[in-house]
């Protein structure tokens, strides 16, 4: 969906560099997520949102850190990372805890 | 948020509808089933959600067991463009907990 950006599409990093993807939405929406795909398997929640001052840890939430800059932006920081850390990222948006509209996804691979 | 069974994989020819199942025999009455679907690596994108009555929207009808036990997805002239994983999701709306996206099912529609 056009209206949730992400950057970047695509990153290969090292194991221990700080890492940073960064999500806007355009759709006005309050909430924002940050999930994780594996190969054949379904999303985990990483963190999400409800507001600017209410963030909140999901199922897998260790290694990462989240700044929610401003409504439309959401971003999902890697301090440190590590190899298993390499998936398919995606952000998300909704309006309270209606449909959540996805962005295309970064893929990041940790060396 | 009640969990979800669906089927690895279903194959649809070209133009015949798709049906596609879920089980929810544990679902509460204050949750909704949802359904999402993933074409190759992209974003999940939303379909449909019911909660007890049978919905239709342009793109899918979702049907609804009288116990809502059970629901079907049904995708009624499936194209190859329909090609993708389906996920079953039960949660209750507006509220934030674990929006679970399990494995999902592979739809393979084939010319």
């Known amino acids: 969906d056009a209206d949730v950006t992400q950057t970047p599409r695509n990153r290969i990093t090292k194991t221990g560099k700080r890492i940073m993807l960064e999500c806007s939405q355009t759709k006005g929406h309050d909430r924002m997520y940050w999930y994780r795909q594996d190969p054949g398997l379904g999303l985990r929640l990483i963190y999400y949102?409800?507001?600017?001052?209410?963030?909140n840890k999901g199922e897998i939430s260790d290694g990462y850190s989240v700044s929610r800059q401003a409504q439309a932006k959401f971003s999902l920081s890697l301090e440190s990372a590590i190899p298993n850390q390499t998936a398919l990222y995606f952000c998300?948006?909704?309006?309270?805890?209606?449909?959540?509209?996805f962005g295309p996804g970064t893929r990041l691979t940790v060396l | 948020d009640a969990k979800t069974t669906q089927p690895p994989s279903m194959d649809c020819a070209e133009g015949r509808a798709a049906n596609l199942p879920c089980n929810h025999s544990t679902i509460s009455g204050n949750e909704y089933v949802y359904w999402y679907r993933q074409i190759h690596s992209q974003g999940p994108q939303y379909i449909i959600h019911?909660?007890?009555n049978n919905e239709t929207n342009e793109m899918a009808s979702l049907i609804i067991t009288e116990d809502r036990k059970s629901s079907t997805l049904i995708l009624p002239h499936a194209t190859l463009r329909d090609t993708a994983v389906y996920y079953c999701i039960v949660r209750v709306a507006r509220n934030f907990n674990k929006f679970y996206f399990g494995s999902g099912t592979k739809l393979n529609v084939k010319p």
């Open positions: 998300a948006t909704s309006w309270s805890g209606d449909e959540q509209f």
């Open positions: 949102s409800f507001d600017v001052k209410d963030i």
């Open positions: 019911g909660l007890k």
